[in-house]
């Protein structure tokens, strides 16, 4: 059976549910609405079948340099440099990359 990204996403919701300050998705609408947020700011989302994560920009550089992912692009032309967006199919596994952004995005 293929996981879908759905599935995987499903898992990292999962791993942060009752977790203080997080708020699962559907928690809002709009953009965001299927997004991880802490105290308000979204670290992990699920946009168009992707994986798209907040992490340092060195980090996202790192990333997208080793082919693991790209810059995240909102749709406006423009890739943004601290968001990641990932393949459902990639190898990274999301549950730690969702860790690292919660950090981040923790520590503002």
Not at 29 to 36: I, N, Q
Not at 46 to 64: A, M, N
Not at 83 to 98: E, G, T
Request: no cysteine; hydrophobic share 45%.
């Amino acid at each position: 059976m293929d996981v879908t990204a759905e599935d995987r996403f499903e898992d990292v919701v999962d791993e942060f549910a009752g977790l203080p300050g997080v708020t699962p998705p559907g928690a809002s609408r709009g953009f965001g609405r299927t997004a991880l947020r802490v105290d308000g700011k979204i670290f992990a989302m699920l946009v168009r079948g992707r994986f798209v994560v907040k992490l340092p920009r060195v980090r996202v550089d790192q990333l997208v340099e080793s082919g693991a992912g790209v810059r995240f692009d909102a749709n406006k032309g423009t890739p943004m440099k601290e968001w990641l967006s990932l393949d459902p199919a990639s190898a990274l596994p999301w549950v730690p990359l969702a860790h690292e952004a919660l950090a981040y995005v923790r520590a503002g």
